[in-house]
Protein backbone atom coordinates (compact mmCIF):
# COMPACT_ATOMS: atom_id res chain seq x y z
CA UNK A 1 0.00 0.00 0.00
CA UNK A 2 1.49 3.33 -1.19
CA UNK A 3 1.00 6.81 1.36
CA UNK A 4 1.35 10.13 0.55
CA UNK A 5 2.63 12.62 3.12
CA UNK A 6 0.23 14.83 1.94
CA UNK A 7 -3.18 12.98 2.63
CA UNK A 8 -4.37 12.61 6.49
CA UNK A 9 -3.76 8.65 7.13
CA UNK A 10 -6.68 6.88 9.09
CA UNK A 11 -5.67 3.58 10.63
CA UNK A 12 -8.06 0.63 10.70
CA UNK A 13 -7.55 -2.24 13.32
CA UNK A 14 -9.42 -5.04 12.60
CA UNK A 15 -10.46 -8.10 15.29
CA UNK A 16 -10.11 -11.38 13.66
CA UNK A 17 -12.06 -13.75 14.78
CA UNK A 18 -16.36 -12.73 14.55
CA UNK A 19 -14.72 -9.57 13.09
CA UNK A 20 -13.00 -10.58 9.59
CA UNK A 21 -12.71 -14.47 9.89
CA UNK A 22 -14.24 -17.72 11.56
CA UNK A 23 -11.86 -20.57 12.56
CA UNK A 24 -14.83 -22.99 13.53
CA UNK A 25 -13.11 -23.94 16.61
CA UNK A 26 -9.07 -24.67 15.82
CA UNK A 27 -7.88 -22.45 17.79
CA UNK A 28 -9.55 -23.52 21.10
CA UNK A 29 -8.38 -27.39 19.94
CA UNK A 30 -5.16 -26.13 19.50
CA UNK A 31 -5.00 -24.19 22.81
CA UNK A 32 -5.63 -27.05 24.95
CA UNK A 33 -2.68 -29.32 22.88
CA UNK A 34 -0.25 -26.49 23.84
CA UNK A 35 -1.61 -25.90 27.12
CA UNK A 36 -0.65 -29.59 28.32
CA UNK A 37 2.41 -29.21 27.13
CA UNK A 38 3.34 -25.96 28.64
CA UNK A 39 1.47 -26.12 31.41
CA UNK A 40 0.96 -29.69 32.24
CA UNK A 41 -3.10 -29.00 32.36
CA UNK A 42 -6.02 -27.37 30.30
CA UNK A 43 -7.51 -25.90 32.83
CA UNK A 44 -10.93 -26.71 31.23
CA UNK A 45 -10.44 -24.53 28.43
CA UNK A 46 -12.79 -26.07 25.74
CA UNK A 47 -15.77 -24.71 27.82
CA UNK A 48 -14.63 -21.39 28.90
CA UNK A 49 -16.02 -18.38 26.97
CA UNK A 50 -12.55 -16.72 24.85
CA UNK A 51 -14.70 -13.32 23.24
CA UNK A 52 -12.63 -10.61 23.50
CA UNK A 53 -9.91 -11.86 25.25
CA UNK A 54 -6.46 -11.43 24.80
CA UNK A 55 -4.67 -15.33 24.76
CA UNK A 56 -2.30 -14.09 27.87
CA UNK A 57 -5.73 -13.02 29.90
CA UNK A 58 -7.29 -16.66 28.92
CA UNK A 59 -4.04 -18.26 30.54
CA UNK A 60 -4.19 -15.82 33.50
CA UNK A 61 -7.72 -16.84 34.38
CA UNK A 62 -7.89 -19.97 33.84
CA UNK A 63 -4.50 -21.13 35.32
CA UNK A 64 -4.82 -18.91 38.34
CA UNK A 65 -6.37 -22.55 40.24
CA UNK A 66 -3.51 -23.86 38.78
CA UNK A 67 -0.81 -22.46 40.66
CA UNK A 68 0.17 -19.84 37.78
CA UNK A 69 -0.18 -16.06 38.39
CA UNK A 70 0.59 -13.41 35.32
CA UNK A 71 4.54 -13.62 35.65
CA UNK A 72 4.50 -17.12 35.56
CA UNK A 73 2.70 -17.35 32.28
CA UNK A 74 4.39 -14.36 30.86
CA UNK A 75 7.64 -16.02 31.83
CA UNK A 76 6.50 -19.12 29.59
CA UNK A 77 4.91 -17.22 26.51
CA UNK A 78 6.89 -17.41 24.16
CA UNK A 79 7.56 -21.29 24.64
CA UNK A 80 3.69 -21.41 24.36
CA UNK A 81 3.60 -19.39 21.77
CA UNK A 82 5.85 -21.40 19.82
CA UNK A 83 3.95 -24.44 20.56
CA UNK A 84 0.75 -22.82 19.72
CA UNK A 85 0.91 -22.47 16.24
CA UNK A 86 2.42 -25.83 15.64
CA UNK A 87 -0.52 -27.06 16.40
CA UNK A 88 -2.59 -24.07 14.94
CA UNK A 89 -0.84 -25.12 11.70
CA UNK A 90 -2.14 -28.60 12.57
CA UNK A 91 -5.83 -28.08 13.75
CA UNK A 92 -6.10 -25.64 10.77
CA UNK A 93 -5.90 -28.10 7.86
CA UNK A 94 -9.27 -30.04 9.29
CA UNK A 95 -10.86 -27.10 10.46
CA UNK A 96 -11.03 -24.75 7.79
CA UNK A 97 -11.46 -21.28 8.19
CA UNK A 98 -13.78 -19.07 6.51
CA UNK A 99 -13.94 -15.18 5.78
CA UNK A 100 -16.93 -13.60 6.83
CA UNK A 101 -19.62 -11.73 4.84
CA UNK A 102 -17.86 -8.69 3.28
CA UNK A 103 -14.53 -9.24 5.18
CA UNK A 104 -12.62 -9.99 1.81
CA UNK A 105 -14.04 -7.61 -0.37
CA UNK A 106 -13.84 -4.82 2.56
CA UNK A 107 -9.95 -5.43 2.52
CA UNK A 108 -9.55 -5.37 -1.06
CA UNK A 109 -11.46 -2.07 -1.35
CA UNK A 110 -9.39 -0.81 1.33
CA UNK A 111 -5.95 -1.82 0.01
CA UNK A 112 -6.14 0.45 -2.90
CA UNK A 113 -7.06 4.15 -0.74
CA UNK A 114 -3.59 5.68 -0.33
CA UNK A 115 -4.74 7.44 2.61
CA UNK A 116 -5.58 4.34 4.47
CA UNK A 117 -3.16 1.81 6.66
CA UNK A 118 -5.02 -1.21 7.83
CA UNK A 119 -3.62 -3.29 11.10
CA UNK A 120 -5.45 -5.66 13.43
CA UNK A 121 -5.85 -6.19 17.13
CA UNK A 122 -6.42 -9.42 17.61
CA UNK A 123 -6.47 -11.78 21.05
CA UNK A 124 -4.79 -13.97 19.38
CA UNK A 125 -0.93 -14.63 19.70
CA UNK A 126 1.32 -13.16 17.20
CA UNK A 127 1.96 -16.29 15.80
CA UNK A 128 -1.45 -17.42 15.59
CA UNK A 129 -2.96 -14.82 14.39
CA UNK A 130 -0.97 -14.94 10.77
CA UNK A 131 -1.99 -19.15 10.28
CA UNK A 132 -5.46 -17.73 10.91
CA UNK A 133 -5.79 -15.24 8.55
CA UNK A 134 -3.49 -17.32 5.97
CA UNK A 135 -6.33 -20.06 6.33
CA UNK A 136 -8.87 -17.65 5.55
CA UNK A 137 -7.51 -16.67 2.43
CA UNK A 138 -6.21 -13.21 3.77
CA UNK A 139 -2.72 -12.38 3.64
CA UNK A 140 -1.00 -10.61 6.80
CA UNK A 141 0.76 -8.66 4.77
CA UNK A 142 -2.27 -6.97 3.65
CA UNK A 143 -1.84 -5.58 7.99
CA UNK A 144 1.62 -4.21 7.83
CA UNK A 145 0.97 -3.59 11.70
CA UNK A 146 -0.85 -4.64 14.63
CA UNK A 147 -1.14 -5.74 18.79
CA UNK A 148 -1.91 -9.10 20.00
CA UNK A 149 -3.19 -11.29 22.78
CA UNK A 150 0.53 -12.71 23.69
CA UNK A 151 1.54 -8.91 24.26
CA UNK A 152 -1.21 -8.35 27.20
CA UNK A 153 -3.18 -9.30 29.31
CA UNK A 154 -5.15 -6.14 29.02
CA UNK A 155 -7.45 -5.60 26.05
CA UNK A 156 -6.90 -2.26 26.20
CA UNK A 157 -3.34 -2.30 25.75
CA UNK A 158 -3.11 -3.44 22.13
CA UNK A 159 -4.50 -0.53 20.43
CA UNK A 160 -1.97 1.57 21.49
CA UNK A 161 0.51 -0.74 20.41
CA UNK A 162 -0.63 -0.79 17.27
CA UNK A 163 -0.80 2.85 16.86
CA UNK A 164 2.97 3.28 17.98
CA UNK A 165 3.89 0.57 15.37
CA UNK A 166 1.88 2.32 12.72
CA UNK A 167 2.92 5.97 13.49
CA UNK A 168 6.89 4.12 13.03
CA UNK A 169 5.40 2.11 9.71
CA UNK A 170 4.13 5.57 8.47
CA UNK A 171 6.46 7.76 9.36
CA UNK A 172 4.33 10.41 10.36
CA UNK A 173 1.51 10.86 13.30
CA UNK A 174 -1.95 9.08 13.25
CA UNK A 175 -3.70 10.73 16.41
CA UNK A 176 -6.42 8.69 17.95
CA UNK A 177 -9.29 10.07 16.28
CA UNK A 178 -7.93 8.96 13.01
CA UNK A 179 -7.78 5.44 14.54
CA UNK A 180 -10.78 3.04 13.98
CA UNK A 181 -11.33 -0.27 15.94
CA UNK A 182 -13.38 -3.02 14.18
CA UNK A 183 -14.96 -5.70 16.07
CA UNK A 184 -17.39 -8.14 17.14
CA UNK A 185 -17.50 -7.74 21.60
CA UNK A 186 -17.78 -5.44 23.90
CA UNK A 187 -13.84 -5.98 24.69
CA UNK A 188 -13.31 -4.39 21.37
CA UNK A 189 -15.04 -1.53 21.62
CA UNK A 190 -13.97 -1.00 25.58
CA UNK A 191 -10.34 -1.00 24.38
CA UNK A 192 -11.22 1.64 21.15
CA UNK A 193 -12.53 3.94 23.73
CA UNK A 194 -9.84 3.60 26.58
CA UNK A 195 -7.66 4.68 23.58
CA UNK A 196 -9.40 7.52 22.83
CA UNK A 197 -10.24 5.94 19.19
CA UNK A 198 -13.28 5.40 17.37
CA UNK A 199 -15.07 1.72 17.52
CA UNK A 200 -17.21 0.22 15.17
CA UNK A 201 -19.03 -2.99 16.51
CA UNK A 202 -19.88 -5.99 13.72
CA UNK A 203 -22.76 -8.35 14.63
CA UNK A 204 -22.12 -11.14 13.08
CA UNK A 205 -19.43 -12.42 15.70
CA UNK A 206 -19.86 -13.79 19.00
CA UNK A 207 -21.41 -10.96 21.33
CA UNK A 208 -25.03 -10.94 22.03
CA UNK A 209 -26.61 -8.08 20.27
CA UNK A 210 -28.38 -6.76 23.12
CA UNK A 211 -24.66 -6.66 24.91
CA UNK A 212 -23.01 -5.26 21.38
CA UNK A 213 -25.60 -2.04 21.14
CA UNK A 214 -25.14 -1.33 24.64
CA UNK A 215 -21.77 -0.99 24.35
CA UNK A 216 -22.63 2.08 22.30
CA UNK A 217 -20.07 2.08 19.55
CA UNK A 218 -19.71 5.05 16.97
CA UNK A 219 -21.22 2.52 13.95
CA UNK A 220 -22.78 -0.68 14.69
CA UNK A 221 -22.95 -3.16 11.60
CA UNK A 222 -25.03 -6.14 10.96
CA UNK A 223 -21.58 -7.20 8.90
CA UNK A 224 -19.07 -5.83 7.00
CA UNK A 225 -20.63 -5.57 3.56
CA UNK A 226 -21.57 -2.15 5.17
CA UNK A 227 -19.03 -0.54 6.23
CA UNK A 228 -17.95 1.50 3.21
CA UNK A 229 -21.25 3.25 3.45
CA UNK A 230 -21.79 3.85 6.83
CA UNK A 231 -18.22 4.08 8.78
CA UNK A 232 -16.79 7.60 7.51
CA UNK A 233 -13.27 6.96 7.50
CA UNK A 234 -12.33 11.05 7.95
CA UNK A 235 -13.13 12.63 11.61
CA UNK A 236 -15.46 15.20 10.57
Do not use: C
Not at 35 to 58: C, L, S
Not at 80 to 89: L, N, P, S
Not at 114 to 125: A, F, I, K, Q, R
Request: glycine share 8%; proline share 5%.
Amino acid sequence: MHMTDAAPLTLLLFDLDGTLLMAHGAGREAKVRAMREIFGTDADVMTYPFGGKTDWQILVEVLGPHGYDRAAIGALMASYEARFAVHMAEVIRTNPAQPLLGAMELIATLRQQTDVLLGVVTGNTSSTAPIKLRAAGFDPAWFPVGAFGSESDDRRDLPRLALERAIAHAGRDIPAQSVIVIGDTVNDIVAARANGMRAVGVLNGFEEAELLRAAAPDVLLEDLTQFLEQVPLRVS
